[in-house]
């Protein structure tokens, strides 16, 4: 978990970005909780049934596939195919569209986000695509602490 | 006629639209009175009250209901579930004819909606001045938009897709057709909230929502109400031959919920719930789908009647393009959907919607229905769902007197 205490500094002492780059890499959070930011790249990481095998991404009382109690964390495949999707031209105020809205099947796990570093048009995104994990940054806070959101890349 | 049998003995709705000087109470007080109307019966004949609204869930609208039309002491239940409450407003009912807890009653399913827009879809906040994760997923910037959508226009054109990638011949073009039909079908019907033709390529060319839903391929949100008043049989058999000839036979009531998939948590499942009810519907009523003269089934957006198509086994598994590009669902065809002019055209004010399929279903095999009306109707379908997710399946037939 990311440090969300700051320590006071003087109002007029002021580091310059590149000062600050050097000296100390931006903190990262990932977007979910489920995303995790390992040291040798990103996954998604479930909550599995330790009796049937059925992964949620939230938490669960008891298992919504065979009602079993307990549960372990898993790591779903990186690699997925592409099973469903929605180019979104109309969304709320203050989102980005076009934006592929993608339903992939990473080995049996089932994801739902954005298919991302391809056109947003039907010509460009195929039914039944490969694809992978892929992060990139989303925003920051005040801190500088930057938000590491993932979609599904072209593979 | 079997004594423990239940029937639709009056039904009305009112002409679905925008009503910006009347409030939702007006709306439902119109329909149900039109309901006691429609069946010789008044208010003081009732023994529950059934009422179904969605955005006002927490308003006691079966109680506001009584304050207009009569306040007779009898049991309300209000209900919400999605958009299949208006069904589940209308299976309350019957559940406590069933269980000879009453002998009559009255369902109301009301909403009053303006323009509300995609029903979904967080608006994106300002980033919060330091990240903190909040919620089930403890995400820290608003997901919409960055994992995917949650707009309802979306979340059905994803249904759409997933269909097109386990199925042959099924594309954008099939898609469209399907609002193409309903359009057209809307022209017929004095209660639609829409009434235009529109040329399929006019269907296909129109503002693009979420691909491959276009805007005319999507439900208006809207305003309306309607009713139906319920009865048993035992007691329609007192009644006068000229009663229990317009009475229209409840043959199955069924209402299931999405039990567990995989995908679910991702993508909401529409179709196994559908299925399920369909099947125990058909079962309990004793007819099969080449039985039924006509169906009203959910097309919130166009990709999603091409599921029901084959979710209701109207089509061979998985054949439900072909099953548009044969015709057969237009009301000229071999099974008319949505004479109505469905959701798309007709409307969907939420919790009228689930009694107001059940008014057009009766009023066919009353063969009351005017120029819409499909000749020598004798067995329909309804169908509603509401994603969360709940679906009400009910077949009704043309009383045999």
């Not at chain 2, 369902?107 to 029903?119: S, T, Y």
């Not at chain 2, 059905?156 to 057209?184: R, T």
């Not at chain 2, 055209?345 to 009023?363: C, F, L, Q, R, W």
Request: aromatic share 6%; with cysteine; hydrophobic share 40%.
């Amino acid at each position: 978990m990311a440090a969300t205490r700051t320590t006071k500094k003087p109002a007029k002492k002021k580091k310059t970005s590149a000062t600050r780059a050097r000296s100390k890499p931006p903190a990262r959070v990932p977007l979910v909780d489920y995303l995790v930011l390992g040291a040798n790249g990103a996954y998604l990481r479930a909550n599995e049934c330790k009796s049937c095998g059925a992964r949620f991404f939230d938490r669960r009382n008891a298992c919504a596939a065979c009602g079993g109690r307990e549960f372990k964390k898993a790591r779903v495949k990186s690699r997925g195919e592409l099973v469903g999707f929605s180019i979104v031209h109309r969304a709320a105020p203050g989102i980005a569209v076009p934006f592929v809205s993608g339903i992939v099947d990473c080995g049996g796990t089932t994801v739902r986000a954005n298919v991302i570093d391809v056109e947003a048009d039907p010509e460009h995104v195929k039914l039944g695509m490969k694809l992978a994990l892929a992060t990139y940054v989303s925003g920051s806070d005040d801190d500088g602490t930057e938000c590491v959101a993932f979609g599904y890349a072209p593979a | 006629m079997s004594t423990d049998s239940v029937w639709i003995l009056g039904t009305n709705m009112t002409p679905f639209g925008r009503y910006p000087d009347r409030d939702a109470v007006d709306l439902a007080a119109a329909a149900a009175l039109g309901a006691l109307d429609d069946g010789r019966v008044t208010i003081h004949d009732m023994d529950i009250l059934g009422c179904g609204t969605l955005f006002q869930a927490s308003a006691g609208m079966g109680q506001q209901l009584q304050k207009q039309i009569g306040q007779t002491g009898i049991p309300v239940y209000n209900v919400s579930n999605a958009c299949a409450t208006g069904a589940t407003a209308l299976r309350t009912v019957i559940m406590a004819i069933k269980a000879g807890e009453a002998e009559m009653g009255l369902a109301v399913g009301v909403e009053q909606m303006g323009k509300m827009g995609l029903l979904a879809g967080a608006e994106k906040k300002p980033s919060k001045h330091v990240f903190a994760p909040e919620g089930r997923y403890g995400a820290v910037q608003s997901v919409d938009g960055l994992l995917g959508t949650a707009t309802m226009p979306g979340v059905f054109g994803q249904a759409g897709m997933q269909y097109a990638h386990d199925n042959d011949g099924v594309g954008f073009e099939q898609f469209a057709k399907v609002a193409y039909k309903n359009h057209k079908h809307s022209t017929l019907n004095p209660l639609a909230q829409y009434r235009k033709e529109f040329p399929l390529a006019d269907v296909m060319g129109s503002p693009m929502m979420s691909y491959p839903n276009t805007l005319l391929m999507c439900c208006p949100t809207g305003d309306g109400a309607a009713a139906a008043v319920v009865v048993s049989g035992e007691r329609l058999q007192s009644m006068p031959k000229r009663v229990q000839k317009r009475a229209v036979k409840v043959s199955a009531s069924v209402l299931t919920s999405d039990p567990y998939v995989e995908s679910g948590q991702v993508q909401p499942d529409v179709n196994t719930l559908t299925r399920r009810a369909a099947t125990e519907a058909y079962e309990a009523a004793g007819v099969g789908p080449e039985d039924l003269d006509l169906v009203e089934l959910h097309d919130c957006f166009a990709t999603a009647e091409l599921l029901h198509y084959d979710n209701l086994q109207l089509c061979e598994e998985g054949g439900a393009g072909d099953f548009i590009d044969s015709g057969a669902p237009f009301r000229d065809g071999s099974t008319p959907v949505n004479v109505s002019g469905g959701l798309i055209s007709k409307g969907h004010p939420i919790g009228a919607t689930g009694i107001a399929n059940v008014y057009e279903v009766a009023t066919h095999l009353r063969g009351e229905a005017g120029d819409r009306q499909i000749k020598r109707a004798k067995v329909g379908l309804t169908h509603v769902i509401g994603l969360g997710s709940s679906c009400g399946v009910h077949i009704l037939e043309k009383a045999a007197v």
